[in-house]
């Protein structure tokens, strides 16, 4: 993984462009990666793209396009190479070969971000398990040097021995780990059950969206929150009264495009808060250039959470540092994302999609701040007021 000490490792990044996929959104993916990097503290220094149908299964990219990686590498002083997918046990081991360099991928990058932000024992239990189920069918690759031993009678059994025991050693981790977990989870579940019925509000989105500053305001609380890729990854809760009507609010971890699938299933109980929520406030950073993908990506992560069919406020945030590029009117070319304005977009489907209300907001200027409230107490009071339809004395301003 990526050592964080005093000084820093110069970094390459690597991405394919596929078949209807433009430059653009290739550079857009690798925007990504780069900021994954720095907050694990790399520092990327060059991009190397390729346009393939699919991955080379030995070396990702072709062979032209890694001796030209590596000749970068040897004059440039590379210690890392991270690669925007995820790779075999094999692929990282012929490409460590090839640059002489250490090889990371997109999830073993993610990885190493969550185990360095992990705060509680719960977190980093999750994280843990997470690690150990993406390092269990890599172990073949980490062996390999043993392979190239000269052959002969007692070295190929030494070598399966070590690695057996290493592979039953975390499958007896993993096993330990799931119990903790199970444990967790039930001590979490009774946790929930002890709230009542208290009306129960998550925040979700895609990371570095805002969520978590946007906590803080309405909750009136002091949640970490930085401009880093998952600065939360322990579910926050906290009660919140708007008008004499209280309800809880939950701070979640954010999603990602390529979330890794072990880091969605160790952190199931996290997850739980957006399960059992009753209302989602979907943050949006809207002066991503690619914030419509990363809707796409938080609302197929909700279709797998069994969460798609929620009550939701879409809250498209950062408009402070929102931007576009207005057409000229010579130019007879279709608008496209970067020629609309914002007046343009609160005109557009976003605005006037029925199945959940919209607004348009700032979490660090507090531009709208009252606004949402307002329609956050009126969702909130259309719930509660079905739990408890005789506390009228609530809804009392």
């Known amino acids: 993984m990526i050592e964080t000490g005093r000084t820093t490792e110069r970094a390459i990044l690597i991405g394919l462009i596929y078949p209807g996929q433009g430059e653009s959104q290739a550079q857009e993916y690798l925007d990504e990666l780069s900021f994954l990097a720095e907050t694990a503290g790399a520092e990327p220094v060059r991009r190397f793209v390729q346009k393939l149908q699919m991955p080379d299964s030995r070396t990702y990219v072709g062979s032209g396009k890694i001796a030209e990686i590596g000749s970068f590498v040897s004059e440039n002083d590379i210690s890392i ?6 790779l075999s046990a094999s692929q990282i081991r012929n490409i460590e070969k090839e640059l002489g ?31 150990y ?16 031993q000269r052959g ?29 977990l199970k444990r967790i989870d039930v001590q979490m579940a009774t946790q929930r059950k002890n709230r009542g019925k208290m009306v129960r509000v998550a925040l979700v989105g895609y990371t570095n969206a805002g969520k978590s500053t946007l906590m803080n305001l309405i909750s009136k609380s ?56 009753d209302l989602l406030l979907h ?34 945030n950062k408009i402070d540092a929102f931007s576009f590029t207005p057409k000229d009117e010579d ?38 701040i009252p606004e949402l409230m307002s329609l956050l107490y009126e969702e909130v009071k259309s719930i509660h007021i079905t739990r408890y339809p005789y506390n009228d004395f609530l809804y009392e301003k």
């Open 133 to 148: 189920q993406y390092l269990l069918p890599r172990l073949t690759g980490m062996w390999a040097h043993l392979g190239r």
């Open 331 to 368: 130019d007879l070319t279709p608008a496209g994302r970067e020629n609309y304005s914002l007046a343009d977009l609160k005109n557009s489907w976003m605005a006037s999609d029925r199945n959940h209300k919209t607004i348009f907001i700032s979490a660090k200027t507090k531009e709208n």
């Open 81 to 86: 190479a991270i690669f925007d997918d995820e």
């Open 101 to 131: 360099c250490r090889v990371l991928d997109r999830t073993g990058l993610i990885l190493d971000i969550f185990a360095g932000r992990a705060r509680t024992s719960h977190a980093r239990t999750q994280v843990e398990l997470a690690q």
């Open 152 to 180: 002969g009678i007692g070295l190929r059994g030494p070598g399966e021995t070590e690695i057996e025991t290493d592979r039953r050693i975390i499958r007896d981790k993993i096993a330990l780990l799931k119990e903790q």
């Open 283 to 316: 943050v949006v950073d809207i002066s991503h250039p690619g914030f419509e993908e990363q809707i796409s990506v938080v609302d197929e992560t909700l279709r797998e959470l069994n969460s798609s069919g929620k009550r939701l406020i879409l809250v498209f």
């Open 222 to 277: 002091d949640v970490f929150a930085e401009d880093k890729l998952f600065a939360t990854l322990d579910t926050t809760v906290r009660k919140v009264v708007i008008d004499n009507l209280p309800f809880l609010l939950s701070d979640t971890v954010g999603f990602i495009r390529k979330l890794p699938h072990h880091l969605v299933e160790s952190f199931k109980s996290t997850l739980d808060e957006v399960r059992e929520s």
